[in-house]
């Protein structure tokens, strides 16, 4: 069977703060750990009232200080709100903390508002246009340095700290394609263009030293509970998180609302819709058909499990019902 993987923004929720959030991130990471996920990742955002993992570097620290054997990375860096260089000596660093632990995803997306995104930066040149080139820079900066070499990552140098392109759409695909790197897939929330992207990295995917064949990770939304009502109950705070971010007011992640999908209009309904239709939602059984369509589907070769939950306990036990689930599809395989 495929490994699972746990994606976690750290969500801060209402009524918490994000000192609450990082103490429950540490917590799920062990969790995870203990239950045989591959890897935890941290998103970088910025400007949004319910992710507190914008440091993203640091909350990897913290996550790997904390655990022993489970890899730990970004997914992703949103590299053009960065000098390439503070990226390598940062994850070099990591890696030379945790010595084979840790991954680098690099996003092109601001992971912000506009206006985030220029506060961000170091001035208005830097554009999601210089990606390619940045990504190139950036992977230069792990290579062993060369004499009289200028400009050298300490720590960094040397350390091949495994790259990852992060995408949404055909541009990310073909950019790993023709890098030779492994490519997730953002379809736990933007799935539109899923099976076009992992066509045409797979099609055009050349080896590299990192990468001999191609490698595609896939991001689902899972919301596992004892009972599918339950699940379906759970679900309604990613739901809220995702109509108040559309309608411009993101902010702590909500409690569940019995009854939330009746105050959407049309348009909010069809958008939830097709934003999240990569989401499995229910009990053991349902979970566990769920994702054997979805692998199915797709010939995922890693899945990204995603649980924006409001409640810690209830979240680490939706983490449980899908190892659970995960261990019965390799048991069937």
């Known amino acids: ?40 990742w941290l998103a970088e955002h910025h400007n949004m009232g319910g992710v507190a993992s914008a440091a993203t570097a640091v909350v990897i620290a913290h996550v790997a200080g904390g655990t022993s054997t489970i890899r730990v990375g970004a997914g992703g860096i949103m590299l053009p ?23 680098l995803g690099l996003g092109r997306a601001p992971g912000s508002d506009q206006v985030t995104a220029r506060a961000l930066r170091r001035n208005l040149a830097g554009d999601v246009d210089g990606f390619p080139q940045d990504v190139l820079e950036l992977m230069g900066y792990f290579r062993p340095a060369e004499p ?10 040397g350390l091949n700290v495994p790259i990852w392109i992060l995408g949404s759409s055909l541009f990310g695909a073909q950019l790993a394609a023709a890098l030779g790197l492994p490519y997730a897939f953002a379809s736990h929330f ?6 076009q992207a992992i066509a ?17 990770m896939l ?57 999240l239709v990569c989401s499995v939602v229910g009990s053991a059984e349902t979970v566990r058909r769920g994702l054997l369509d979805f692998i199915t589907r797709t010939r995922a070769d890693e899945l990204m499990v995603t649980s924006q939950i409001f409640d810690h306990d209830a979240r680490r036990r939706s983490f449980e019902i899908t190892a659970a689930a995960r261990d019965a599809l390799a048991g069937a395989g």
Do not use: C
């Not at 699972?4 to 209402?14: A, G, R």
């Not at 999908?261 to 049309?266: A, S, Y």
């Open 148 to 157: 009289g070499q200028l400009v050298r990552a300490v720590p960094g140098a």
């Open 81 to 103: 709100n960065h000098a390439p260089l503070v990226i390598a000596e940062q994850f070099g660093t990591l890696a030379s903390l945790f010595p084979g632990r840790i991954d």
């Open 219 to 275: 991001g689902v939304n899972v919301f596992a509970a004892d009972t599918d009502d339950e699940a379906r109950l759970l679900w309604t705070s990613l739901q809220q998180a995702f109509v108040n971010l559309r309608r411009g007011r993101p902010g702590p992640l909500p409690p569940p609302a019995i009854g939330f999908e009746r105050e959407l209009t049309p348009m909010e309904r069809a958008g939830l819709e097709q934003a």
């Open 1 to 40: 069977m495929i490994p699972f993987s746990v994606l976690d923004l750290s969500p801060i929720v209402q009524g918490g703060d994000a000192a609450q959030a990082f103490r429950n991130t540490l917590d799920l990471a062990r969790h995870a750990e203990r239950l045989g996920y591959r890897r935890y």
């Open 200 to 216: 045409l990295y797979r099609r055009e995917f050349r080896p590299s030293a990192q990468l001999a064949s191609p490698y595609v």
């Open 190 to 195: 933007a799935p539109a263009q899923m099976m």
